[in-house]
């Protein structure tokens, strides 16, 4: 397995390069569909999360397969406790570094929901299970991350790339863009 997962110490505030920092949350099984359709926009997400309390915390780094989490077994990049379970939330955050200036475009692929946000500001989001798309004009240099992602039953996975200016194919983004924050 190429992904690393460390447990967050109770004592944080330190940064870490290379890496993002992913809470997980238990679903309600009686209310799990309805807050999932309830997830339009970024403030209906972080809404949803303030109602649950965190079950697990870690540090994320894959230097081969980047931004991308699936309860596929031989990727290991979700909890071993998350590849085997269903209704919980997934929601990464910290820095992402973009190494140039100019338009890209983002494409996550996804099953229950996801939302994908850059300095407070969603760039894309879905329902069900699909591919979705989301551009912005962004300047180089550091921009707050955030992921989150829904799973109800059966796979669970969020893969995000990202077409960078200039590039003519999509790549999954790289940890070597992100520093998780732990405050």
């Known amino acids: 397995a190429n ?24 679903l309600p099984n009686a209310t799990a569909t309805e807050i999932i359709s309830s997830v339009y926009s970024l403030a209906d997400t972080q809404a949803a999360l303030a109602q649950l309390t965190p079950i697990q915390s870690v540090y994320y780094h894959d230097a081969v397969n980047g931004v991308n989490f699936s309860d596929d077994a031989s990727l290991q990049t979700l909890p071993a406790e998350r590849r085997s379970s269903d209704y919980w939330i997934g929601a990464w955050r910290g820095v992402v570094h973009l190494p140039g200036t100019g338009y890209y475009l983002f494409r996550a692929t996804y099953d229950d929901a996801c ?35 829904f799973e109800l039953t059966g796979s669970a996975y969020v893969k995000l790339e990202v077409l960078e ?19």
């Open 115 to 149: 939302v994908f946000a850059l300095d407070g500001a969603a760039i894309l989001q879905g329902t069900g299970c699909g591919t979705v798309y989301g551009a912005k004009t962004l300047t180089a240099g550091p921009h707050d991350f955030y992921l989150a992602m």
């Open 3 to 26: 992904a690393i997962l460390l447990e967050i110490p109770t004592a944080s505030g330190v940064f870490i390069d290379n890496a993002i920092t992913g809470i997980y949350y238990t």
């Open 165 to 183: 200016p200039g590039a003519t194919e999509f790549r999954v983004m790289p940890t070597s863009w992100l520093v998780a924050d732990t405050t």
